[in-house]
């Protein structure tokens, strides 16, 4: 068990999460045209404030993710103030996004008030269509999904474009197959590899389909594109490695060299790392660390990777953690033993470093997919019924352990059945997916969202209160009755609205059961008064 921080400093342990919201504001407020001295220099004293703070709390989980921001600021930095690249601050502020993360889990306690606008990060689309009407509609619709977009005239207008901004500067580009017309393959790649590119066409040919690939497509979309689905891909493609939580991976490993080299693969990937070198601490990291991956040695002086990896699928919290080996034992007897013990992958030394990080991410993301699945709604990845309900219990004791305030939220989408009557179940299905989606966009990572019924979402928005999210809430129902929606005919567009049911953890209103009666209670009350309403339960 973590050691008891109220014990051992009060006034760090209420100052240490309002010193990670300052590093999160300056980090997230990075940008890397108008960095200056001053901003370099205060993110150098804030971090360091924050190691001595952690040093005098004893939390070694947070201490090994501030440890690890510290070395990436002072790596990037270091004593003559270089400026930052975007890479640099991609990695920083996915490092501060799990510090948030962890101080939240480890401490108990929330992170102060962060606005729902400032954790959004913006993306920004070029978008090369000759169909003018479609780049007006997508400017205007993705908008509400955090994305700005220019729009150019032709290829050499994108080309001339990315090469005058600083790499990352964009994140997706959306390409007519006709702007590439007589074009050769060879001229677009090597602006793939700086931005994905998306395209997008009415032509479904083979030939044309190879063409894009052969340029470095990373999607293919034939028109006419449903709006929901276009933002999907577009997310899927713009959203890029640094801006998915890194992965946790504990390295097993008896020698010190080794241990060391692969970390720092690892990391230099992205990915957040533990190494022990002696096994008999194994129980000890895997509590404080919480690794999604473990990366083994066979053969160690105390105990041998067959037995560990045993002892730790007897234990229930481990038994599905992806334990990889690596190790220079060739024979395939030896190395078939180790999978049978509880083992999932065996990697042979020497291994090319890029082989390694492709190995390993490809088993976290899934490993991760998988846990995923189990708590998930299937259609929304959001949570599901269940886990929803359980988080609001997690979220209730906290807010009355911190005296904070906590505020949760049903949305109705409005007659529905209308909407599959009228387009069909699929077009339905595609109008909750939107929904979903625009409720990740507009929400903080702190906030957990779910997929309460059918058409119905909940919400829980720790730390906020009335004043926060009625406007909030407010703002999302009138972004969601402006997405258009395509229905089965392409020429048919509709709009959808929702209903909203507000309500405040209060001194009555303190229980699951409460909270969600008071929310269903104004959801209610919002259908009544007509729908296409956000109504706060009044107690
Ligand atoms: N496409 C789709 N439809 C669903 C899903 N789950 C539930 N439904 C349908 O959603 C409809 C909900 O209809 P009602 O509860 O009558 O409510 P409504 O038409 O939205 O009317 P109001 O809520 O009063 O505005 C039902 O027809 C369900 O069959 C789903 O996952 N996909």
């Known amino acids: ?60 989980a947070i201490r090994i993710v501030v440890d690890k921001i510290y070395q990436l600021i002072h790596k990037n930095i270091g004593t003559k103030h270089k400026s930052l690249s975007r890479n640099a601050i991609n990695t920083l502020q996915s490092q501060v996004d799990m510090l948030r993360q962890v101080t939240q889990i480890h401490l108990e306690t929330d992170i102060p008030q962060t606005s729902h606008e400032s954790t959004q990060k913006l993306h920004h689309l070029i978008i090369g269509l000759h169909d003018k009407q479609l780049v007006e509609e997508i400017i205007n619709q993705v908008k509400y999904f955090n994305y700005t977009s220019s729009s150019c005239e032709s290829l050499e207008e994108i080309i001339e474009l990315i090469n005058h901004h ?19 393959p060879s ?30 497509g990373s999607a293919y979309l034939v028109r006419p594109v449903e709006f929901t689905h276009l933002i999907e891909k577009i997310d899927h493609i713009a959203l890029n490695q640094n801006e998915i939580t890194p992965y946790r991976i504990l390295i097993v490993e008896d020698s ?115 846990r995923a699945e189990m708590i998930q709604d299937s259609l929304t990845g959001l949570l599901n019924h269940t886990r929803i309900l359980e988080q609001l219990d997690l979220e209730i004791a906290r807010a009355k352990r911190n005296h904070l305030p906590l505020s949760f939220a049903m949305i109705d989408i409005d007659y529905f059945k209308a909407i599959n009557d009228n387009h069909g179940h699929p077009i339905g299905d595609r109008v909750i997916k939107g929904l979903a989606r625009l409720l990740k966009q507009r929400l903080r990572k702190t906030d957990s969202i779910g997929r309460y019924g059918g058409e119905e979402f909940a919400i829980i928005l720790p730390q906020t209160d009335r004043t926060v999210i009625l406007p909030l809430i407010e703002d999302i129902r009138k972004g969601f009755s402006k997405l258009l929606h395509q229905s089965s005919d392409p020429l048919v567009e509709f709009t959808a609205t929702v209903s909203c049911g507000l309500a405040e953890f209060t001194a009555t209103n303190n229980t699951v059961g409460k909270l969600v009666q008071a929310a269903d209670k104004a959801l209610y009350a919002a259908k009544d008064q007509g729908r296409n309403c956000v109504v706060l339960d009044s107690e």
């Open 1 to 60: 068990m973590e050691a008891k921080t109220q014990a051992v400093s009060p006034t760090i342990l209420h100052q240490f999460p309002q010193m990670v919201n300052q590093l999160s504001h300056l980090v997230f407020n990075l940008d890397t045209k108008s960095i200056s001295q001053e901003d370099l220099q205060t993110l150098q004293r804030t971090i360091v404030d924050i190691q001595n703070a952690i040093h005098a709390l004893n939390q070694p």
């Open 187 to 216: 001229l677009i790649k090597p602006l793939s590899e700086k931005v994905p590119i998306l395209f997008v066409s009415f032509d479904n040919r083979v030939a044309t389909r190879l063409f894009a690939v052969r340029a470095g």
């Open 166 to 184: 600083p790499p990352n500067s964009y994140h997706a580009i959306l390409l007519d197959t006709e702007f590439c017309t007589n074009k050769d």
């Open 256 to 370: 010190r060299t080794q241990a060391k080299f692969i970390q720092q693969q690892l990391e230099n990937a992205g990915m957040i790392t533990e190494a022990i070198n002696n096994p008999m601490e194994i129980n000890k990291i895997l509590q404080e660390f919480q690794p999604e991956l473990i990366l083994m040695d066979l053969y160690m002086p105390e105990c041998s990777g067959f037995e560990l990896t045993k002892m730790i699928r007897q234990q229930e919290p481990y038994m599905s953690i992806p334990i990889v080996y690596l190790s220079a034992e060739a024979d395939l007897d030896k190395q078939l033993k180790a999978i049978k013990l509880g083992g999932d992958d065996f990697l042979t030394k020497p291994m090319e470093p890029e082989h390694l990080v492709l190995a390993i991410q490809a088993r976290a993301d899934r490993a991760r997919t998988l």
